[in-house]
């Protein structure tokens, strides 16, 4: 039987593979700096969404909404403005914002109202009518589900 290496990817476990190496830097420099563009938008447009890229002065932003990117482009220069006194962003003269819904959104959690009692009085008594067995039981399981 096999067991489950130990195997642990960290910056200091991959000396000997440079590729891996580089895009663990690369990774590390890129969350870095989504921090720091992150920071600089306000609350309540932060909250789903990210940075994505900064290049020849273009700072690239997606957000989940086309609300919140319709906020963003309204308040761009304010946003430039406060990424600016970073040093990784001094030269950034253009903002892009991106729309990109969430894939998995989480579903509601269904929410079981109880029947009131004069619904579920007629349940039964519909029930009491029923010739059919099966159909009767679920009746008079639904008839169950009263409010107290």
């Known amino acids: 039987m096999k067991k489950k290496s130990d195997l642990q990817l960290t910056p200091e476990s991959f000396s000997h593979a440079s590729k891996l190496r580089e895009l663990m830097a690369k990774a590390s ?3 870095e700096a989504e921090q720091q563009v992150i920071a600089a938008l306000p609350d309540s447009l932060a909250k789903g969404s990210r940075f994505v890229s900064c290049r020849d002065g273009e ?9 919140k990117a319709s906020q963003i482009r309204f308040r761009q220069h304010d946003i430039m403005a406060a990424v600016r006194t970073n040093e990784l962003f001094r030269f950034v003269w253009k903002l892009k914002v991106k729309v990109q819904p969430l894939r998995f959104n989480e579903r509601p959690v269904r929410k079981m109202t109880p029947l009131s009692n004069e619904n579920a009085r007629l349940l039964k008594e519909e029930a009491g009518h029923t010739k059919d067995e099966q159909l009767r039981e679920v009746l008079e399981k639904l008839a169950s589900h009263v409010r107290d």
Do not use: M
């Open 59 to 67: 700072l690239v932003i997606a957000t989940d909404t086309a609300i």
């Open 29 to 31: 420099h890129h969350a």
